[in-house]
Nanobody, 122 residues
Framework: VQLQACGGGLVQAGGSLRLSCTAS????????MGWFRQAPGKERDFVAA????????YYGDSVKGRFTVSRDNAYNTVYLQMNSLKPEDTAVHYC????????????????WGQGTLVTVSS
């Protein structure tokens, strides 16, 4: 599985962005999909995840109520809608796929995209 993330950019605080991550290959619907982010000099952190059928979603504490993860299995794509962005959301955002269900565990993910940079100005 190859993952291609896009949608990052520069936005002012309070603004919105939508990230997309499209998977190539087969069986997209068999993977839990996750979003992580890594700010300069910091560890990679869990942002959000979604179950195979999209019925269950999970969020890191810092983004709850502001971000929404969704997926469209017909288009092999997972989305991250980011609202009310803050300067502390500035980071490279990565999408990832796993065949298990440990949605917040980095090492559980089998495949990673290349990352897309989100910059939020104050």
């Amino acid at each position: 599985v190859q993952l291609q993330a896009c949608g990052g950019g520069l936005v002012q605080a309070g603004g919105s962005l939508r990230l997309s991550c499209t998977a190539s290959g087969h069986s997209f619907s068999s993977y839990y999909m996750g979003w992580f982010r890594q700010a300069p000099g910091k560890e990679r952190d869990f942002v959000a995840a979604i179950s195979r059928n999209g019925f269950s979603t999970y969020y890191g504490d810092s983004v709850k109520g502001r971000f929404t993860v969704s997926r469209d299995n017909a288009y092999n794509t997972v989305y991250l809608q980011m609202n009310s962005l803050k300067p502390e959301d500035t980071a490279v955002h990565y999408c990832a796929a796993q065949s298990g269900y440990l949605y917040s565990i980095i090492s559980a993910y089998d495949y990673w995209g290349q990352g897309t940079l989100v910059t939020v100005s104050s």
